[in-house]
C-alpha cells in the first residue's frame, strides 16, 4: 500500500519534523507560499496562544533537502474569493519562485484551506499542474478520478488514523493524511507521531511514495 504525507506552511517546526522523516526513511510532500517567506525566520500568526514562526527564504532549500516540494498559493488566500489576474499570480508566480528557488520543476497544488471550486480548479488546470490536494465531501479515491481533485484520508492527528490505516491496507488503495507540524504541540504529540511513523515504516505491505510520483514518471527528489 502507498503511504502518502504532505505538511503545508512551511514553518519552523518542519525543520524538527524533517529530521524525524528522515530517521525513518519516510517520504513527505511540503506545501509552502513563497511570496509569505522573509529572508530570516519571521512571526506567521498565533495558534491556540502560541506563536507560529516562518522559515526564512533562504534555508527553505536546505531544510526540505530529499523532499518534494508543491505550492501552496503565493499568500494562503482563500482562492474561491479570487477571480481573474489575482487568482492567476497566486497559481503561477507561487511555482515559478519555487522553482527557482529549488532548481526544479514544482509540479503539485495544495489549496489554501483545502478551498476550492469549479474556477480554482480551471485555473490549476491551465496552469498546468499535474495534481492537486484539496477536500470535498464523498470525493476520497485512491487514486482519484482527477488527479487535481485529490483529497486525504484524514488529518495526522485524526482520532480515527488507525482505523483508516487499517481500512485503506484491506481495501487495497492508500493512505494519505496531511497536517502541519505545529500541531504537534506537545512532547507527547511529537513521540506519538514519531511511534506512528516508526509503525508505519516497519509495516512490510507498504511503500512511502511522493504525491507526484502517481501522476507522473518519478523525479529526483531535491
Known amino acids: 500500500m502507498k503511504i502518502l504525507q504532505c505538511w503545508d506552511d512551511g514553518v519552523v517546526s518542519d ?11 519516510a517520504k513527505a510532500t511540503f506545501s509552502l507560499n513563497p511570496g509569505l517567506y ?40 482563500y482562492l474561491t474569493d479570487l477571480d481573474g489576474s489575482r487568482l492567476d499570480w497566486e497559481i503561477r508566480a507561487s511555482r515559478d519562485l ?15 484551506f483545502n478551498a476550492y471550486n469549479d474556477p480554482v480548479l480551471s485555473a490549476v488546470r491551465s496552469a498546468g499542474y499535474h ?28 482520532p480515527e488514523f488507525w482505523r483508516k490505516y487499517e481500512g485503506a ?15 504537534l504541540s506537545t512532547e507527547a504529540l511529537w513521540d506519538d507521531f514519531e511511534r506512528r511513523i516508526e509503525r508505519i515504516s516497519s ?20
Open 98 to 112: 519555487l522553482e527557482q528557488l529549488f532548481s526544479r520543476p514544482v509540479t503539485g497544488f495544495c489549496y489554501p
Open 38 to 77: 522573509q529572508n530570516n525566520r519571521s512571526f506567521g500568526w498565533l495558534s491556540e496562544g502560541r506563536e507560529i514562526w516562518r522559515l526564512g527564504l533562504q534555508e527553505l532549500p536546505a531544510v526540505y533537502q530529499g523532499f518534494e516540494i508543491c505550492s501552496h498559493s503565493m499568500t494562503h488566500p
Open 203 to 222: 509495516d512490510g505491505d507498504t511503500e512511502w511514495s511522493f504525491i507526484g510520483d502517481l501522476f507522473e514518471p518519478p523525479l529526483m527528489p531535491i
Open 131 to 158: 495534481w492537486g490536494r484539496g477536500k470535498r465531501e464523498g470525493l476520497h479515491r485512491f487514486p482519484p478520478v482527477d488527479p487535481l481533485e485529490f483529497s486525504p484520508t484524514c488529518r495526522v492527528l485524526d
Open 15 to 25: 525543520a524538527r519534523l524533517v529530521d524525524l522523516l528522515r530517521r525513518h526513511g
Open 169 to 183: 491496507k484491506k481495501t487495497g488503495g492508500g493512505f494519505f493524511f496531511w497536517g502541519h507540524s505545529y500541531e
